[in-house]
C-alpha cells in the first residue's frame, strides 16, 4: 500500500444543536438539493459522490458536538481502517454502512482530536431508499 491511504473528502457535515433550523438553512439559504431525511439526519446531494449531510447532536463520539466534519475517499475501507489503525490514527467508531445507504463508513480523531472519517461510496449515485423524504 502506499503511503497515501486516503483521498479527496467527499463528504462533509454540520453536527447540529437544531437539526431543524440547519435544514432549513442549507436548503432555504444555500438552495442546497435535499435527497433524504430522518429524524436525526438530513442528506444534500452536491453531485456524485459529494453528500453533505446534518446531523443532530447525539451522545455518539463522532456526533458529540456541534462543529464541521470531513470524510475522505477510500477504496476499500477496510483496508484503509486496518491501515490507519496499525500507524497509530485513533478509531472512533468501527466500519459502518451498508449499500442500500451508497457505501461505507468510519471516523477517527486527528492529532488535535478532531474528527474526520472515512468512507467508501458505492455507485451508481445515491440509491433509491424506501424511507426517503418527499423534498
Request: charged share 20%.
Amino acid at each position: 500500500m502506499s503511503s497515501q491511504v486516503v483521498g479527496w473528502p467527499v463528504w462533509a457535515g454540520v453536527i447540529a444543536k437544531d437539526l431543524e433550523a440547519q435544514r432549513r438553512f442549507y436548503r432555504d439559504s444555500m438552495g442546497f438539493k435535499e435527497i433524504w431525511a430522518s429524524d436525526s439526519a438530513v442528506w444534500f446531494d452536491l453531485g456524485w459522490p459529494n453528500l453533505f449531510e446534518v446531523i443532530a447532536q447525539s451522545t455518539q463520539p463522532q456526533y458529540s458536538a456541534p462543529r464541521y466534519q470531513v470524510a475522505f475517499a477510500v477504496g476499500d475501507i477496510r483496508v484503509a481502517y486496518a491501515e490507519l489503525v496499525a500507524r497509530g490514527v485513533k478509531p472512533l467508531t468501527e466500519v459502518d454502512g451498508e449499500p442500500r445507504y451508497g457505501g461505507y463508513w468510519c471516523y477517527f480523531e486527528d492529532a488535535e482530536g478532531h474528527v474526520f472519517g472515512i468512507t467508501q461510496r458505492l455507485g451508481p449515485p445515491w440509491p433509491a431508499r424506501q424511507d426517503r423524504a418527499g423534498a
